[in-house]
């Protein structure tokens, strides 16, 4: 059973988050909203708690920047939406993709990997 597409927002603003809603419900997309309490959980867990386990870990820090994990998304799907988001000047500073790689690590982990991948980019420019 393939999973349903959904994006799960951290530190994104609740009116660009209502901007990208009406594309969202068009294209059969959940969009949930979640805090820095939710730092410490399987990335997995957070997307599809009835699909995996959780082995929450206690994380202090707390990241002010905004992120976004798309789950479910097949190549296409992901284009459409990306590409929509760039027509309409809807940038996220950080986005995920929910893969096999990282199901299991916490969301704390998931975000400081890609805010570094981040960072490289930036530097080679």
């Known amino acids: 059973m393939k999973a349903k597409q959904k994006i799960i927002f951290l530190n994104v603003s609740e009116s660009k988050i209502n901007k990208m809603r009406p ?3 068009l294209m059969g997309i959940a969009a949930e909203i979640i805090d820095s309490g939710r730092l410490g959980d399987n990335v997995g867990y957070i997307a599809y708690p009835e699909q995996y386990e959780n082995q929450a870990e206690t994380v202090s820090e707390d990241f ?5 994990l798309l789950c479910g998304f097949d190549q296409k799907s992901l284009d459409a939406m990306l590409n929509f988001m760039r027509k309409n000047k809807m940038n996220v500073s950080l986005k995920a993709m929910l ?3 990282n199901k299991n690590w916490t969301l704390s982990r998931l975000i400081k990997e890609i805010s570094a991948e981040r960072q490289m980019l930036m530097r080679k420019k």
Do not use: A, I, Q
Not at 64 to 68: D, S
């Open 99 to 101: 893969t096999e790689t």
């Open 64 to 68: 002010g920047e905004e992120f976004m």
């Open 23 to 25: 594309v969202l419900g």
